[in-house]
């Protein structure tokens, strides 16, 4: 069967997966940009953006595997869009502009059902209401013979946690405080989950971990 | 004025200081001794055992660098034992046997009073009704010139941290994830009190990231 991963999945020294007050302005949260300012410096970020150069050392490595036999990806709502509620119509298409970087069937996770969502590249938006399993299902039939990637944010992956359904977690570990924002590991005992710790690398701006289910 | 540091306060992935449950079998909590086990295969760890060998990379340095111009410390009550409440009586002398590593003036935050207590190879440790701040001011007292170093545990950290009291906060994260325990950053935004990451060193066994007060 097809293994659930999560790649570069960046989260604070304090622990933070993404900034507070999350909106349009402020995709990652306030802050949130300080996360990321390990991938943004690598070649394959750099490429995705139709960029020329971008750092090819460990944390570009680490990146590149995330990509590797990715059949579909799932998405939490707030990783989609900062739109809450029902969609007031479909004008909203993604923080990715017409050829976001998922290439393969993407399922967002949402109260509210919305028809499919075809973009360029091959990336297909679906609208999942049925929760997290139901989403899984749909991405593993999508996804023959790949993994299914899970993008986040952090909701979507202590939700998938909870219920033992991630395979392989590679965080990267930025040393900045946050200080407040989405806590991942708050009241989740990935230990009693049967999570641990499999790998460490040290990256040139983050350092990332490999968690694996035993 | 001396400044006060903290240094090899290890804590998890997600983000403890020490396990659950400490007690007499387990002076760092359950499962406590992984956090630990970066400092375990150091040169200067093996020195203070009174043993040979051991590593002398990174985590050695990082180490070593927490004994430099050091001229007293702070303990928390719980580091210095697993006595909980009014002292029963005077044999409780520490974790440590009766020539503990600090070799100066040794300051325990407790709320029960209790004679000082001269130790073997220098230390002497002193009991502190007053609260944090008496600590500190007693430990700069103690150590003319030179720095005042707090080694723990959580608990400790926090109310320092919280005070804006600790200039340099040496933290060394390991690759495990415990799952319970104290948590170090819960509710505690150490942003927003001025703190920031200013350093991280990858270590053999654990990274090691350097926060200081701007």
Redesign the interface.
Known sequence: MSRVRVHSFTIS???FGAGPRQDLQNPLGV?GPELMDWFFHTRIWREMQGLDGGETGVDNRMAERGFENIGAWILGRNMFGPVRGPWPDDSWKGWWGDDPPYHVPTFVLTHHARPSLPMAGKTTFHFVTGGIEEALALARDAAPGKDVRIGGGVATLRQYLNARLIDELV?A?R??????GEPL??D??????G???A??V?GERA?H?V?RRQ
Chains 1, 2 share one sequence.
């Open positions: 020294l304090d622990g802050n965080l570990v040393p900045v405080l946050l200080g407040a590991f708050a989740l005992d990935l230990r009693a989950l999570y641990a710790c790998e460490s040290a350092t971990v968690i």
